[in-house]
């Protein structure tokens, strides 16, 4: 069964997504703000969601992946409260990678962002 929940999110891009070190960095600093991240890795370009219930968590996980100094660092979305469809087995926090646009697209579509992950997608391409 899924619902509606407000949460805040946000979307990034960079050039690429390769290094394993500054992927363990990334999921480690969204742990301590009880935050779910979907990244996209494995070359270009790399797209980078966040979601979580505390706008300043998710500005703050914002802020330490820009501090990385990702190539070309996008800030697609910037954190903003959206309704995102939640369901018992959907994780609530926690990460996941995945290796292609379309599985990205996917997620964005099960969480109930489909439209709001095309307007941030339409920054992606230029």
């Not at 997608?121 to 230029?126: A, F, I, K």
């Amino acid at each position: 069964m899924s619902r509606s929940t407000k949460l805040f999110t946000t979307l990034i891009r960079t050039h690429h997504i390769t290094s394993r070190k500054k992927l363990a960095r990334v999921k480690k600093a969204a742990s301590p703000h009880d935050l779910f991240v979907i990244i996209r890795s494995g070359g270009s370009p790399g797209i980078m969601y966040a979601e979580g219930p505390d706008e300043s968590a998710v500005n703050s996980w914002v802020n330490f992946v820009q501090a990385l100094r990702y190539k070309d660092f996008q800030c697609a979305q910037k954190p903003a409260a959206n309704a995102v469809r939640t369901a018992d087995e959907m994780k609530a926090r926690g990460f996941e990678e995945v290796t292609s646009v379309t599985e990205f697209g996917e997620r964005m579509e099960q969480r109930g962002l489909w439209g709001w992950w095309r307007i941030g997608s339409e920054c992606l391409q230029s």
